[in-house]
Nanobody, 118 residues
Framework: QVQLVESGGGLVQAGDSLRLSCAAS????????VGWFRQAPGKERESVAA????????YIADSMKGRFTISRDRAKNTVYLHMSSLKPEDTAIYYC???????????WGQGTQVTVSS
């Protein structure tokens, strides 16, 4: 099983930028997809972004297009979520996940809290 650890969350003000990291350890797969998800209080978990093993961005949620980007550093075995122009509605626990495909995530991190004040 792959272990995932998120970091980079915190308390910021509306309009600020933040970079979240998802570091993988343990078993390494030759090909896998990594996605970012978030869950706000009282809301369903939603998909934020996804990236392929080769570094192609597979998905960015409509409400986050133009503000969020996803990238991968193969050498560091780390995936990043770059967030800018943050809004209070971005407040949530952010999770990363990995698996063979976007519909087969089988490893999840513990999450990191992002709080955006207005």
């Amino acid at each position: 099983q792959v272990q995932l650890v998120e970091s980079g969350g915190g308390l910021v003000q509306a309009g600020d930028s933040l970079r979240l990291s998802c570091a993988a350890s343990g078993r390494t797969f030759s090909s896998y997809t990594v996605g970012w998800f978030r869950q706000a209080p009282g809301k369903e978990r939603e998909s934020v972004a996804a990236i392929s093993w080769g570094g192609t961005t597979l998905y960015i949620a409509d409400s986050m297009k133009g503000r969020f980007t996803i990238s991968r550093d193969r050498a560091k075995n780390t995936v990043y979520l770059h967030m800018s122009s943050l809004k209070p509605e971005d407040t949530a626990i952010y999770y990363c996940a990995a698996g063979p495909t976007q519909s087969e995530y089988n490893s999840w991190g513990q999450g990191t809290q992002v709080t955006v004040s207005s």
